[in-house]
């Protein structure tokens, strides 16, 4: 591609949050201008208080390792979150091009592209939007996954990958509820045969992941409940599952399920709200979703969502010109 031996990687600019990190990280590789360059920003005060809201002396509001950059600003940076998005207007202002990811709540003139989710209400000629969230998922990602885990493969069949994130505004479960999720899908491996996969979050209540390990000690699993349990086997979970059920809390969790090949099913769907509500209404409108809670019957025919790729080649098309 011409514009690969034009414009150099993009750096990534975050506040470390893994959620962001990982749409700006999955937005500058799907760009395939080579290896990101990669920036925890330290904000301070006041700045960090009113980003994105532009303060003088910004470029020295979010660390030493931003101060550098904004010296010598890169030709193109991608960022994720609000305080990227007040890091990323600086570097705009030094000639940079750059694309801020997730709604910065002021208006969308201030970066070169924006990129929101549908269920979101931003729009603009600058604002590009897409269902779910960006994500590394593909067929690629996926065979990476099976080959870092290939022991997974001795696990009975089918297996149902579990991910478990946490309560949010939008999506107020509670534990008693959650707990009950885990022995429906545990009664009904026992019923069927097959194992689970599963892997919980940094906002998983702690209580919980002692009652998913005691709700599945009686079957074939894997559980990844924190760091104490070695390296996160994320990618082999979807890699390997023959299903996947996701609780209802995070769309990034729900875009990455949906972006595999498998049936996909949400717990405590109706407990969803606002935006994770509608969220979940589109994809059932696009059929990524089971109609009925753990009811696993397809026509076999699934269209994974991955609109990583589409997002990608839109930036290239504005920004990336040849």
């Not at 949010?168 to 479960?173: M, N, V």
């Not at 509608?278 to 025919?301: I, P, V, Y």
């Amino acid at each position: 591609m011409p514009y690969v031996k034009r414009w150099s990687p993009p750096w990534t600019i975050t506040d470390g949050r893994a959620g962001n990190v990982r749409q700006a990280v999955a937005l500058a590789s799907a760009l395939k201008l080579g290896a990101h360059r990669p920036l925890v920003l330290s904000p301070r005060a006041p700045w960090r208080w009113l980003a994105p809201r532009w303060l003088p002396g910004m470029a020295h509001g979010y660390g030493e390792a931003f101060t550098a950059l904004a010296a010598a600003p890169p030709a193109l940076a991608i960022g994720c979150g609000r305080q990227a998005a007040g890091a990323l207007r600086e570097l705009r202002r030094h000639g940079s091009k750059v694309v801020q990811i997730l709604d910065p709540r002021i208006g969308a003139r201030h970066w070169d592209l924006v990129v929101v989710p549908e269920h979101d209400t931003l729009r603009g000629g600058n604002v590009l939007t897409l269902l779910g969230s960006l994500n590394p998922v593909n067929d690629d990602w996926l065979a990476c996954g099976r080959a870092a885990f290939a022991s997974f493969s001795e696990l009975p069949g089918p297996r149902t990958a579990l991910l478990v994130g946490g309560p949010t505004p939008h999506a107020p479960w509670h534990e008693p509820d959650m707990v009950q999720v885990f022995q429906q899908v545990a009664a009904q491996v026992r019923a069927e045969g097959g194992s689970l996969l599963a892997t919980t979050s940094r906002r998983t209540p702690a209580a919980l992941v002692g009652a998913l390990r005691s709700a599945f000690a009686d079957l074939p699993h894997v559980i990844w409940g924190d760091g104490g349990d070695g390296v996160n086997p994320y990618a082999g979970l979807l890699g390997w599952a023959n299903r996947v059920v996701v609780s209802p809390d995070s769309v990034n969790l729900l875009s990455e399920a949906c972006a595999t090949r498998m049936p996909v099913s949400v717990a405590l769907a109706t407990q969803a709200q606002g935006r994770m509500a509608r969220f979940q209404r589109a994809l059932h409108e696009r059929g990524r979703l089971q109609t009925r809670w753990l009811d696993w019957h397809t026509d076999g025919r699934i269209e994974p969502l991955r609109e990583t790729a589409r997002i990608a080649a839109q930036v290239r098309e504005r920004l990336l010109p040849v």
